[in-house]
């Protein structure tokens, strides 16, 4: 029997099970939809939390835990254990080997973004995604003392314009208890252009302007009776005493471990070092229980969808015994009949599959402004990754595999039961 004649009869079967059959195959979109989505976020998301710094060979703070020092200089999430003093910013600038040091002082905020305290060379050295240098949207850097310049995700959400004045705040969070700086107003004087770091959620003033904020201040709280204005401020001694963290570049990349014995060695106080993409490593490890846990929800939807498809093919083979007697009555034999139910199964699966990868696309070209705009996260479905071809492999083996056992069955029934089937 020729195959075509076969491959017509068995689409005209389908085609009278085609609602049993569609609901098959939205069962199975789904849960190709969930395996590529769920394995494409972590992916991008991985990418987005990696390309946060690059270009910075050494991160210093004062000593906690490398995963903690990354979370406060990098991310702006949570608060150091002790500053670091600027004697020893200026000590590791003169170490042997470093080419620039990029101090960082937080603490402040503004209505719940994070404000840093830096100096110009943050805008020349900091790097972030394929060493991408910081690029301003419009506007200039900060030049005078109480000038900033925001992140686009900052400006973009609370519509911030170029020479708009805003107050900063005391301490972080959204909530502020009276403790804020509205006595020194900042003008906004540069807009960021969009990076989907960490920077785009920032407020960056200079670390003169950040001591000018607490020149009245002493612990956390303003001195009593004493009110030091934003013009009276300028005339003060602003010089930083301490900063939370700095960023450390090196000439030679090689130098790292050498540097960052001599920093952890520190006499004048105790300092700790640490190397971003190993930070990064450990970090990722603690996040990433819970991707595994996704990934492993979406292989249990997917083993469901298989047995769904299972389901489906054995309860319509009862209904298509007369069908596939009629098929051996005019010459198909077992293996043809079993071959035709195994390439059902591979077909429904494979229009699953189809119909799965085109809603993961249509909805990250929905969705992807959304995402970038409130989590800088891109997805980027052309990057097709080792674990998603494999997903795919056995999405289908797997269909292949569940409509397997149906077929065994049809070729297990005898001709004159197919004829005369019993009610």
């Given amino acids: 029997m020729r195959a075509g004649f076969l491959w017509g009869l068995a689409w005209r079967s389908a085609w009278n099970r085609r609602f049993t059959l569609a609901l098959t195959v939205c069962s199975i979109a789904l849960s190709t939809f969930m395996l590529l989505g769920v394995e494409r976020v ?106 900033v310049v925001i992140g686009a995700e900052l400006a973009d959400q609370l519509g911030y314009r170029i020479g708009q004045r805003i107050a900063l705040s005391h301490g972080t969070g959204e909530i502020q208890f009276g403790a804020d700086h509205s006595d020194k107003l900042f003008t906004i004087s540069g807009i960021l252009a969009r990076t989907g770091t960490p920077v785009d959620r920032t407020a960056h003033i200079s670390l003169q302007a950040m001591q000018a904020l607490h020149v009245d201040w002493v612990a956390g709280t303003p001195l009593p009776g004493m009110k030091i204005g934003a013009e009276e401020a300028r005339s003060r001694d602003l010089q930083p005493r301490s900063v939370t963290a700095a960023l450390v570049g090196l000439h030679n990349r090689a130098a790292v471990f050498s540097v960052q014995r001599q920093v952890n060695r520190f006499d004048d106080e105790p300092l700790m070092s640490i190397l971003p993409g190993v930070a990064l ?42 069908e596939l007697a009629v098929l051996r009555t005019v010459g198909a034999g077992p293996w ?52 998603q071809w494999l997903l795919l492999a056995g999405l289908l083996a797997a269909g292949w595999l569940a409509s397997l056992l149906p077929a065994w069955r049809a070729y297990r029934l005898s001709l004159a039961d197919g004829l005369s089937p019993r009610t």
């Avoid at 101090?103 to 394929?130: I, K, M, Q, W």
């Avoid at 591979?346 to 993961?360: C, N």
Wanted: charged share 15%.
């Fill in 336 to 387: 043809q009949v079993l071959a035709l139910l195994a390439l059902e199964g591979s077909v429904l699966t494979l229009a699953g599959m189809a119909l799965g990868i085109v809603a993961l696309a249509a909805c990250a070209l929905v969705l992807n402004p959304w995402l970038q705009a409130h989590f800088g996260l891109t997805l980027h479905l052309g990057q097709t990754t080792p674990l």
């Fill in 281 to 322: 490593d450990e970090l990722w490890e603690v996040v990433g229980t819970g991707e595994k846990a996704l990934l492993l929800m979406s292989g249990l939807v997917a083993l469901v969808s298989m047995a769904g498809l299972m389901s489906v093919i054995l309860a319509g083979l009862n209904e298509r015994r007369r």
């Fill in 42 to 147: 972590r992916t991008d998301l991985r990418s987005s939390f990696s390309s946060a710094v690059s270009g910075t060979d050494l991160i210093v703070g004062a000593r906690t835990g490398s995963v903690q020092l990354l979370l406060y200089s990098v991310f702006h999430v949570g608060a150091a254990t002790n500053n670091i003093r600027w004697s020893s910013v200026e000590a590791l600038e003169r170490l042997r080997g470093v080419a620039w040091v990029v101090p960082l002082s937080l603490g402040d905020s503004h209505r719940g973004f994070p404000v840093l305290g830096t100096t110009p060379a943050y805008f020349e050295h900091f790097r972030y995604g394929e060493q991408q240098p910081l690029a301003l949207r419009e506007g200039q850097r900060f030049e005078d003392l109480y000038e």
